[in-house]
């Protein structure tokens, strides 16, 4: 059965058809890094002991986007909502609101995954990285070494959950800018076994190039120009983008700390809002869509309150330098790009401003600030009417992915 006939539906959700979830999640094996990464580069990814609890090291530094790289307990879905939403009102700590639980088979295991989103009404999902979002800020300064840890990431990925082997589950291995030649190399191994999206980082290409370039320069257009060709989706999601590195000017720790916050970092929002608008910003503005038109990009747990912000500015460049467009970056911006929101966002807004058939559902599970199902969120899109509700909640993502 293809997935545009499944007669799956949300049992917590008052709708007639099946929900697809753009941004779902597994948790890695321990050996995600090391499995098929090659010998010459044993020293770069190293498990260790600190203070009991086992962590990894990556180019002699610890990881600390993922507090617990072995998931085992792991915060279930749903338990930080009350944060997101931004209803504490009793001010708990983020590490208090977390209900710890034992890692469930689905986390980690394709079959069981799927009989999951069986239960879900899920009849697509596209599974995101967790620990994977992490590592390539840590692996700057050698890009050779990190090219050969997204390559035994990516083979890992292929073993344990395929890319597409039966439209139910979509995952995408892992493409980083920071060298030109190592990347296409991988892409085109990966093209080969079949992979329909690839997962970037929200963030600035790294500084080994002298001076760090846009995503957009034209030495990355043979990359892009086989994503657009190919009709590969682009997913960006959220992780350590690197801006951390910008608190430092304004008295904030610099280091990527996961969970941990403060006042001035959720105003900054240099984790999600920031870097996605700057990096959208840059494909737009430096012609990237112009020169790859047929480009698709989703952007995934990095919410959409940035949107309407872009629109604006855009639409402003764009009335006082018309001569230094080709085109309404307005009208690029729309086309080729689709939005999944938080599930805090203003989503008719979103709506309104960048079009009903660029909406994503993203659930975020099973992250613990993601929701407990993915139908618990789907009363959120209500107000945007019965036909838009089922373009964001369904119909778009087919539609993206070719279905």
Sequence with gaps: MTALESPLRPADADIDYALCDADQHYYEAQDCLTRHLDKKYKN???????EGRTSVMIN?????????????PVGAPGTLETYFRAENHSGMELRDMITMQPIQP?????????????????????????????????LQEDPESGMAVFTAYNKWLHDDWGYDRDG?????????????ELAEKELDRVMEI??????????????QYGRPPSPADVRFDRIWAKIAEAGIIVAIHA??????????????????????????????????????????????CHGLFDRH??????????????????????????????QLFKRNPNESFREHVWVAPFYEDNISHLRD??????????????????????????????????????????????????Y
């Design 293 to 322: 038109p047929k480009l698709k990009v989703a952007t995934l747990e990095l919410g959409s309150a940035w949107v309407p912000e872009l629109h604006r500015r855009l639409r402003v460049a764009f009335g006082k330098t018309p």
């Design 353 to 402: 401003v960048h079009g009903a058939d660029r909406i994503l559902l993203g659930s975020d599970w099973p992250h613990p600030e993601g929701l407990s199902t993915p139908g618990k969120w789907v009363g959120d899109f209500v107000d945007l009417g019965p036909t838009d509700m089922r373009k964001a909640l369904r119909d778009n993502q087919l539609e993206l992915c070719g």
């Design 194 to 207: 079949g992979t329909k999206m690839i997962i970037m980082r929200a963030g600035p290409v790294g500084n």
């Design 44 to 50: 770069v990814v190293k498990w260790i002991d600190v």
């Design 168 to 180: 139910r589950i979509l995952t995408g291995p892992m493409i980083s800018l920071m060298d030109a």
């Design 239 to 284: 992780g350590d983008a690197g801006y951390n590195k910008y608190l430092g000017d304004w008295g904030e720790p610099t280091k990527y700390m996961g969970m941990k916050s403060s006042p001035l970092t959720e105003v900054l929002a240099v984790g999600t809002e920031r870097p996605i608008f700057d990096m959208m910003a840059a494909m737009i």
């Design 106 to 138: 689905e986390y980690q295991n394709r079959d069981a995954r799927i009989a999951r989103l069986d239960e879900q009404g899920v009849q697509l999902a596209w599974l995101i990285p967790s620990l994977g979002l992490g590592i390539e800020e840590m």
């Design 60 to 72: 002699a530094k610890q990881l600390t986007v993922v507090p617990n790289p072995t998931y085992n």
